[in-house]
């Protein structure tokens, strides 16, 4: 399986993805955002960071950039897209992903573990995971997940939450969202399911003695679903 | 020509900075605000002399970069 990890100015997970999806069997190549041409993907990531540190809006300046036109082309003809945190906020600055992600709510950077829950797992990401919980990081000033009254009763009819904020047992109250998300949204698909964003970091559960594992359950279950 | 836009947050997005603001203005001894939105502010200096045409150069800007329209509007405030 080939992947290809998308690397704008400013971002700082790139060279971490690269590490997970190499430890897991992806072939992964790394491209310059000026770059036009996409190589041969089964999956593209974008990764987290500061693109063009947050000018603007974050994401908002690296979702013009020009291989943009072909990460969107590539998602619109059905390939696999998947945005973690910056790469999140950039997929919604494209339109790929309905919605938008504000400044948290109490103005704080988050950096800490979460729990969150799958919902949907009728998804090339999620189908055939075992186990419904995961422990994942997140680090982020803008993760507060916020769209329109139209748009969420869109993306709830369609299926299109992928995860929520929760605690240990799965429990999604406001008290376990840690940025203000509308509805403990922590990651949502488009409707096609092929484009993922969510703002925390698989990336960073992959080896058990420095963090969890639930990196390595996810990369593992994604690369044998594209199989 | 330079064509200035304003962009403001919606009415129902949280401005969690403006209540922020809001709250130390009240510290300060601003006692008679009843709220603060905070927003950004372009001045564009565009290669165009007919009014017209620079503002309508300028309101795509805002479409297509400088505003978000799912939480944010645009205002083209002068031209000069």
């Not at chain 1, 955002?33 to 994401?59: A, I, M, Q, T």
């Not at chain 1, 869109?154 to 203000?180: H, M, V």
């Not at chain 1, 403990?184 to 969890?212: C, T, W, Y």
């Not at chain 2, 927003?39 to 007919?50: L, P, R």
Request: aromatic share 10%; with cysteine; charged share 25%.
């Amino acid at each position: 399986m080939k992947s290809s990890v998308i690397t704008f100015p400013g971002s700082n997970c790139d060279r971490d993805m690269d590490v997970a999806l190499s430890k897991f069997g992806f072939k992964n190549k790394m491209v310059w955002h000026n770059d036009k041409e996409l190589p041969k993907s089964d999956l593209v990531v974008l990764p987290g960071g500061f693109s063009y540190g947050d000018y603007l809006r974050c994401g908002s300046m690296a979702s013009k950039s020009k291989i943009m036109h072909s990460v969107i082309n590539f998602a619109k003809s059905g390939g696999l897209v998947m945005g973690i945190c910056n790469g999140f906020q950039i997929l919604v600055e494209t339109g790929l992903l309905p919605g938008v992600l504000l400044r948290n709510k109490y103005l704080e950077f988050i950096c800490k573990n979460v729990y969150v829950k799958v919902d949907n797992r009728q998804n090339p990401y999620f189908k055939n995971l075992d186990k419904e919980i995961f422990e994942f990081h997140i680090a982020h000033n803008e993760g507060n997940y916020f769209c329109t009254k139209d748009q969420l009763d869109e993306i709830k009819d369609n299926n299109q939450i992928a995860i929520y904020y929760c605690d240990k047992n799965g429990q999604t109250e406001e008290q376990y969202n840690p940025n203000g998300s509308m509805k403990n949204i922590a990651g949502i698909f488009n409707k096609e399911k092929n484009v993922l964003g969510m703002m925390p970091h698989p990336e960073r559960m992959i080896d058990q003695s420095l963090s969890g594992e639930d990196g390595s359950l996810f990369f593992k279950n994604l690369i044998n679903n594209l199989k | 020509m330079i064509v200035s836009a304003i962009i403001t947050l919606k009415k129902d997005v949280l401005d969690p900075q403006g209540k922020v603001i809001h709250q130390t203005l009240d510290g300060m001894g601003f006692k008679n605000v009843n709220e603060v939105r905070q927003g950004k502010y372009f001045e564009i200096d565009v290669n165009e002399n007919d009014p017209t045409k620079a503002k309508g150069i300028v309101e795509d800007m805002c479409k297509k970069l400088l505003a978000n329209l799912v939480i944010e509007n645009y205002k083209i405030i002068e031209t000069q």
